[in-house]
């Protein structure tokens, strides 16, 4: 029976193979162990790895090799690692061969593990604190050579020697550790160290150890230099200033603003002083009304006097009617002073108006005191030069005609309360003086009608002198000074009228008064304060402001300002006080400096994170920033600059210091190197012409190896110890071999020497005889 197949079978069947049989290569690496198990004796198990390579399919050399590298026995295709050997904690093996151009590798990693111990480790000793410029460095002794489970070390700090206050800052895995503290920084240190079990020690001590950064106050200045310098504040204090080229508008404008400004500033500096003094003032005048029916009496009375003086005067005039002919021509100059009079009269008048309009209006505004106090002045001088002309033209009448005594009588009465009243609206000015004196500037229309008012007032006084010389004319003219009379008592009744107008100004004021009583609890205070004192202010205010909202970054009231303030102000008491200060607020920061003065004496102070010194700029003096204060605490470039006041030199003449921190070398200012003053080295060491110390001086050496002077004090040294004077005989040294050198006594390599007498000796004395000094007998 044969095999069924088909033609696909057999060109299958009868194909010669195109591929050798496949052959498996491959290189293995085995290990005795994985890893070196330390105990806490430091014996390793086991002592010594085994590796054996074996190549699978192919025939080849192997070799081995280590990372790190590690030293090994390599022999019939196996390595030996010895523990001894193992540096790092572990270690990977390599075993490789080449077979045909392909290179075979196989890897195995050992590892050495320390058993856990669980006891603690020993307290660290020897922890020193080294500073240095804003840090602080630690360093203390190794552990001991036994303990072989340390881990690491912890650091803790506290500010003050109580480690209750102490906080872990750091670990160390050597024997240092840096603690960035920054400049003239104290602290203290306690350190422990940790086993690998996690396990904490003792720390070094229950004290802590003091350390302190130094202060590199060079290097400090150097960083506040170089950031005040790229400031804008210290290129905005170089800059030049750009001049302006002002138009004579410009200028014009620049005037009338500032004009404005200070007008309205010390108008309204002044508001409360002037409300008050206007208060005073119709108080003073409701009481100068209430005392007018005294003031009636004395002019009654006066009247009356005057009523006498017209009868005299009317015989006189009898006496005289002979020179009446003689004095014709003098009539008619006397009747046209009385007419010049009577106009005067009439100005009279119209000033007692002008007079009760200025009081009604300062009655009702206080800012316009000022302006009508000073016109009711000059129209009150005015009045009173009036009546004093129309009173000596009414006397001059009644001398001349006895038929005038009435009117004139009437006229005196009239012209006395005028008078009077006027006298009244002077105290009432005088009062107000100290207020109006502060708005005089603002009284520039009441200048011109005092001009005018003045104009008439010597009008008056002229006809006031042509009416005496008419007078001394027309003793005897009878009949010309009868028409003067009649026109004199004209001129009386319209006086009557200037009187009645008068009596209405003093009843308003008493109204005024009145109403100004009911204010008075109102401004109390600033009457008192007013009450018999002047007072001049002046002030200015300059204020400059950004205020920003954003509702789409949700800002809101970002602000900033800058604002000048300048005031001045002095009373008739001696008190004086002025002010000028600078403040910005930017953010709700705000700072800024001020200049007062006042009761003897002027401050300045200055609010700012940064206040410096510095050269002008253009000046051709080097650039420098000797002097600058830093008020909070900031870290610039990465170096930390502490609060406090930074100068690069000093000149001090006397100083008194607390604490000092010196960051170099400390010395006097007639030190020489071996010759004089005093040294002080940055590392500790001192150079000083003559010591004197009281109490113990401990540790160190005394390096010196001359003898003391004067054979005074002594020398202890590692070389020797020497006292006495060796020039003079009189000396004692101890070398550290243990020899001792004396004039009579020395030991020398063990053997002893003495020379001199020896007596008193107890106890066994063994005497070698010198061979060339004979001894006594029965010594060898």
Do not use: C
Not at 544 to 550: T, Y
Not at 675 to 686: A, E, F, I, K, T
Not at 732 to 747: A, K, M, R, Y
């Amino acid at each position: 029976m044969s095999a069924l197949g088909g033609e696909r079978d057999r060109l299958i069947m009868s194909t010669v193979p195109r591929y050798a049989t496949p052959m498996d290569r491959a290189l293995m690496l085995t290990a005795s162990a994985t890893m070196f198990e330390v105990s806490a004796a430091g014996v390793p198990t086991p002592a010594a790895i085994t590796f054996s390579a074996l190549m699978l399919g192919a025939v080849g050399d192997i070799t081995f090799s280590s990372e790190p590298a590690v030293s090994m026995a390599v022999a019939n295709g196996n390595a030996v690692l010895n523990y001894a050997d193992m540096s790092a904690s572990i270690v990977t093996v390599t075993a490789s061969t080449v077979i045909d151009g392909l290179t075979y590798y196989a890897r195995q990693t050992i590892a050495k593990t320390q058993a856990l111990d669980l006891t603690p480790p020993p307290a660290p000793t020897g922890l020193v604190a080294t500073g240095h410029p804003a840090t602080i460095t630690l360093a203390w002794n190794a552990a001991p050579a036994n303990y072989s489970n340390l881990s690491h070390t912890e650091v803790w700090r506290a500010p003050t020697n109580n480690f209750a206050q102490a906080a872990l800052v750091g670990r160390a895995d050597g024997r240092e550790y840096t603690d960035p503290v920054g400049p003239g920084a104290f602290r203290y240190y306690w350190i422990r160290y940790v086993s690998r079990a996690a396990i904490p020690g003792p720390y070094n001590a229950s004290s802590g150890t003091v350390g302190a950064s130094d202060v590199e106050v060079e290097h400090l200045l150097q960083v506040l230099t170089q950031q005040i310098t790229e400031s804008q504040l210290y290129a905005d204090l170089g800059a030049k200033i750009d001049l302006i080229e002002p138009t004579r508008d410009a200028v014009a404008d620049l005037e009338v603003v500032y004009g404005d400004t200070v007008s309205a500033a010390a108008s309204a500096a002044q508001a409360a002083q002037a409300a008050a003094a206007a208060l005073l003032d119709a108080a003073k005048a409701d009481a100068a009304a209430g005392g007018a029916s005294q003031y009636a009496s004395q002019a009654n009375l006066s009247a009356t006097n005057a009523g006498t003086a017209a009868g005299n005067a009317s015989t006189s005039a009898g006496q005289s009617s002979q020179a009446a002919t003689a004095a014709g021509s003098s009539a008619a100059a006397a009747e046209s002073a009385a007419s010049t009079a009577a106009n005067a009269a009439g100005e009279a008048g119209a000033s007692a108006s002008a007079a009760l309009i200025s009081k009604n209006a300062a009655a009702g505004s206080v800012s316009a005191a000022g302006v009508q106090a000073a016109a009711s002045t000059q129209s009150a001088i005015e009045a009173k030069a009036a009546r004093d002309a129309a009173s000596e033209s009414a006397s001059a009448s009644l001398q001349s005609a006895g038929s005038a005594s009435a009117s004139s009588t009437e006229a005196g009465t009239a012209a006395s309360q005028a008078a009077n009243s006027a006298l009244l609206a002077a105290e009432s000015r005088n009062a107000a003086g100290g207020s109006a004196a502060a708005a005089a500037g603002s009284a520039g229309t009441a200048g011109a009608k005092s001009t005018e008012a003045g104009q008439s007032a010597e009008a008056a006084r002229v006809d006031r002198v042509a009416a005496q010389a008419a007078f001394s004319q027309a003793a005897g003219a009878a009949q010309a000074a009868s028409g003067s009379a009649e026109t004199a008592d004209a001129r009386a009744t319209e006086a009557g009228q200037s009187a009645t107008a008068a009596n209405s100004a003093a009843t308003t004021a008493g109204t005024a008064a009145g109403q100004a009583g009911s204010y008075l609890e109102q401004v109390a205070q600033s009457a008192t304060n007013a009450d018999g004192s002047a007072q001049a202010a002046a002030s200015y205010l300059q204020q400059a402001q950004a205020v920003l909202s954003d509702p789409i970054t949700g800002l809101v009231a970002s602000y900033a300002a800058v604002s000048q303030q300048a005031s001045a102000t002095a009373n008739s008491l001696g008190q004086a006080q002025a002010k000028y200060a600078v403040r910005i607020d930017a953010g709700g920061v705000a700072g800024g400096f001020e200049l007062i003065g006042g009761g003897g004496a002027i401050d300045f102070g200055v609010r700012a994170t940064t206040f410096y010194v510095a050269s002008p700029a253009g000046s051709g003096i080097a650039s420098a920033v000797p002097f600058i204060v830093r008020t909070t605490e900031t870290v610039i470039g990465g170096v930390t600059i502490p609060i406090g006041m930074y100068v690069a030199d000093a000149f001090i003449q006397n100083a008194s210091i607390t604490n000092a921190k010196i960051g170099g070398d400390i010395w006097s200012s007639n030190f020489v190197a071996g010759q004089s003053g005093w040294r002080l080295y940055r590392s500790g060491d001192m150079e000083i012409n003559n010591l004197r110390a009281r109490g113990a001086i401990a540790g160190g050496a005394f390096i010196d190896v001359n003898w003391p002077e004067s054979g005074g004090g002594f020398y202890l040294g590692p070389d020797a110890f020497r006292m006495g004077s060796q020039p003079s005989g009189k000396y004692f040294e101890v070398l550290p071999s243990g020899d001792v050198h004396s004039p009579q006594f020395n030991i020398d390599g063990g053997l002893a020497r003495f020379s001199g007498e020896l007596a008193g000796v107890i106890g066994t004395f063994s005497l070698v005889r010198s061979p060339t000094r004979a001894g006594p007998a029965g010594n060898a």
